[in-house]
């Protein structure tokens, strides 16, 4: 019987007799991708798959965007709607078109490791179930929606499904098939005498994660056609996990994205998936894209986003949309405001169903002593990478052999009430499988609240200083931080609010 480390028996004890009773629990969060293949989504799609756990995969979905899109076959000629590939590029009958097959070539490789994923997570979906979930969908053109697709339907028939969850739409790449589902729907049942509960039901169910605006759909239908569907647009905090990384990353997390790190903990001799990750001067090229030089190891010493060495991280721009629904308690997933891996967002001024990064969603950096806004994201980089690396040895070592993440557990909950100048004192806990000892941080995460509130540490109890200061209604969040003593070491969180009174 695998040992846990314990501070509190009776949770635990609770834990396990509940999963005597129910030994899988379904997850309850439903997520479809859309991708247009650029090399940055092959490395974003393998480490999703490391997280298929997590979540509930409804489909897998080829778009186009303002980067790749594959032509009519007849030579029809367009120019982009964005600026910056229109500039770039002028008027093309293609584009840097990555086909419709790499996602299944990946997913072979995937059932190879599969069988020992199970031994770490029951949950992992079998290679079968996520290459049932592969459809094409708007690829032609850019910001193509003119017609209705295998993708664009899988993903009007989830949104119109009588299954009560969201479906969280992750677009990779352009907006585009997303659009043409909704567009469907709109000319399917605009005419219907029920149309109004309809449109709420899909705007109530539909969230959609956006990595920029790839192409102008979004613009020109989605947002003025659907404007309640919740949109989280990451157009800034991304690009800490995107090609300009060394530019953007504090130093102090960068060697979690060098080859250093990357080769010997998550590239090599971690199964053939991770032999398919792109990286620098990995000899890699992708077919189908001749801007793909990263892989030549003699054209990557000097270029724009800097000097790199083999195995240096190239990009996972799009990672951080399906981040959003890992839950490893920072409790951001209803609420973007309050800060995850997957960034921070804000409520827009113009539309409240719109979560944006930018200025306003700005952390203070403290390497730099300024509000940076790709803080949110670069905070959390390497506990990041190192939940990655214990990932990628799940695909090769035995349970025993392996790092997990522990739970932490806050006492007296996370969600409290206190006055003005009170002192909280909050009492921590944590299990973990592997019997590894876990140590805490506490700190005050000032910007996802209305302030810092001075917190304090010995071993397992934290002191929370409301400020004589605080407002009626003000919040304050707490993080609770534990990191394991395995390697790689892990780290999972506690998220407090204490809310004034």
């Known amino acids: ?51 298929t756990n997590e979540f509930e995969t409804e489909g897998l979905v080829y778009s186009s965007s303002m980067w790749h899109w594959k032509g009519d076959g007849k030579g029809t000629t367009m120019v982009s709607e964005m600026e910056m590939t229109r500039n770039l590029y002028g008027e093309r009958s293609e584009l840097r078109w990555p086909g419709t097959t790499w996602m299944q070539e990946l997913l072979k490789e995937y059932a190879k490791v599969h069988p020992n994923l199970l031994l770490h997570d ?66 399917d049942y605009s005419n219907h005498k029920n149309w109004g509960e309809i449109k709420e039901k899909v705007s ?13 759909t979004y613009k020109n239908y989605i947002g003025p056609n659907w404007p309640k569907i919740r949109v989280f647009y990451n157009a800034n905090q991304f690009w800490c996990f995107a090609y300009p990384w060394k530019r953007v990353v504090p130093k102090g997390q960068q060697p979690y994205l060098e080859g250093s790190f990357m080769g010997p903990n998550i590239i090599n001799d971690h199964g053939p998936l991770f032999k398919k990750y792109y990286s620098y001067g990995d000899g890699q090229k992708q077919q189908g894209d001749p801007n793909h030089f990263e892989g030549d190891i003699s054209k990557i010493v000097h270029t724009e986003r800097g000097s790199f060495s083999k195995y240096d991280f190239i990009s996972e721009g799009d990672s951080p949309a399906f981040l959003h629904l890992v839950d490893v308690g920072l409790d951001n997933y209803e609420d973007p405001s309050r800060g995850g891996w997957s960034g921070r967002f804000v409520q ?55 790092n997990h993440p522990p739970k932490i557990t806050v006492a007296e909950g996370n969600t409290i009430n206190a006055v003005s100048g009170e002192s909280i004192s909050l009492n921590l806990s944590y299990e973990d499988v592997d019997g590894h000892p876990v140590y805490f941080k506490a700190w005050p995460y000032a910007e996802a609240g209305d302030g810092a509130a001075e917190t304090t540490l010995k071993l397992d109890h934290a002191t929370v200083q409301i400020p004589k200061t605080a407002k009626k209604g003000e919040k304050y969040h707490i993080i609770i931080e534990g990191t394991d003593t395995g390697f790689p070491a892990l780290t999972r969180y506690q998220r407090v609010i204490i809310t004034v009174d």
């Open 1 to 51: 019987m695998r040992k846990y480390i314990m501070k509190n028996l009776y949770p635990l004890l609770f834990c396990i007799c509940l999963s005597t009773i129910c030994p899988a629990q379904q997850n309850t969060k439903r997520t479809i991708v859309t991708t247009d293949g650029e090399i940055d989504d092959v490395d974003t799609f393998i480490r999703f798959l490391m997280y």
């Open 122 to 187: 029951k949950n992992y979906p079998s290679a079968e179930e996520l290459l049932g979930l592969v459809k094409v969908g708007n690829i032609d053109f850019e910001g193509e929606m003119d017609k209705r697709t295998e993708g664009s339907k899988w993903i009007a028939q989830k949104l119109l499904d009588d299954d009560p969850r969201e479906i969280f739409l992750q677009a990779w790449g352009g907006t585009n098939t997303i659009a043409r589902a909704l567009k469907s729907i709109e000319e």
């Open 204 to 216: 109530q169910k539909a969230i959609i994660y956006t990595i920029m605006d790839q192409d102008a």
């Open 348 to 402: 827009s001024t113009e539309n409240p169903y719109r979560y944006e990064d930018g200025e306003a969603a700005s952390d203070l950096n403290p390497e730099t002593g300024e509000m940076d806004k790709s803080y949110p994201q670069t905070r959390w980089i390497k506990p990041m990478q190192l939940d990655f690396a214990a990932r990628a040895d799940w695909c090769v070592k035995s349970f025993d052999g392996a």
